[in-house]
């Protein structure tokens, strides 16, 4: 069994910063790429941002410039930092990963219980 376990989230004004993190716990042989999305109400799940394990970011194009994920393999963590929060980040986040249980088994995706982040304006 795989655990993603999110913390950070809350309530900011528009224009503070909120920083979430997940940590990852189980049986886990590895981690591929790590992710944080996003779903507002009445909006599809949407991608925000990924740290695969070879060390690369990318990041959706409305958070470019204010969010910035980082990684720690050792910790099996991923953290997303968000500055200049907008009314329009509001949304339940998710963490995401994929997980290697054993070494002859392929990874398999897992996904965390969401954290609320509200931005008022």
């Known amino acids: 069994q795989v655990q993603l376990v999110e913390s950070g989230g809350g309530l900011v004004q528009a224009g503070g910063s909120l920083r979430l993190s997940c940590a990852a716990s189980g049986n886990i042989f590895n981690i591929g790429s790590m992710a944080w999305y996003r779903q507002a109400p009445g909006k599809e799940r949407e991608l925000v941002a990924t740290f695969t394990r070879g060390g690369s970011t990318s990041y959706a194009d409305s958070v470019k410039g204010r969010f910035t994920i980082f990684r720690d393999n050792a910790k099996k963590t991923v953290s997303l930092q968000m500055n200049s929060l907008k009314s329009e980040d509001t949304a339940v986040y998710y963490c995401?990963?994929?997980?290697?249980?054993?070494?002859?088994?392929?990874?398999?995706?897992?996904w965390g219980q969401g954290t609320q982040v509200t931005v008022s304006s």
């Open positions: 995401n990963a994929d997980v290697q249980t054993t070494a002859w088994k392929p990874r398999a995706n897992y």
